[in-house]
């Protein structure tokens, strides 16, 4: 089991930027696909952006495409989330996740997941 910790949320206003940071314990995130999901109230979880283990292939929801970039830094076992752009639409808690099969759009297929972190966009 990895355990994951989401930073980096906040309040920011529309047109706005912000990088969130999913911090992995316990196993090397070397091991898994990483995605980031996002859920509102009222609202069914969504993938937001997901990478594989290496880094090289990405997902992104066709909602942020252009305008969110995940990235990952093996060496430092954590995953970054940069959005840009970010509309009111976006505001929801934003969860980090593991997988071992890349199957960006079946959440239920990611074994681990941490807490979660707000983002609120004000218009």
């Known amino acids: 089991q990895v355990q994951l910790v989401e930073s980096g949320g906040g309040l920011v206003q529309a047109g706005g930027s912000l990088r969130l940071s999913c911090a992995a314990s316990?196993?090397?995130?070397?091991?898994?696909?990483m995605g980031w999901f996002r859920q509102a109230p009222g609202k069914e979880r969504a993938a937001v952006a997901v990478?594989?283990?290496?880094?090289?292939?990405?997902y992104y929801a066709d909602s942020v495409k252009g305008r969110f970039t995940v990235s990952r830094d093996n060496a430092k076992n954590t995953v970054y989330l940069q959005m840009n752009s970010l509309k009111p639409e976006d505001t929801a808690v934003y969860l980090c996740?593991?997988?071992?099969?890349?199957?960006?759009?079946?959440?239920?297929?990611?074994?681990?997941w941490g807490q979660g972190t707000q983002v609120t966009v004000s218009s």
């Open positions: 996740a593991a997988s071992s099969v890349f199957l960006p759009d079946l959440d239920r297929t990611f074994h681990d």
């Open positions: 316990g196993r090397t995130i070397s091991d898994y696909h």
């Open positions: 990478i594989n283990r290496v880094g090289d292939f990405t």
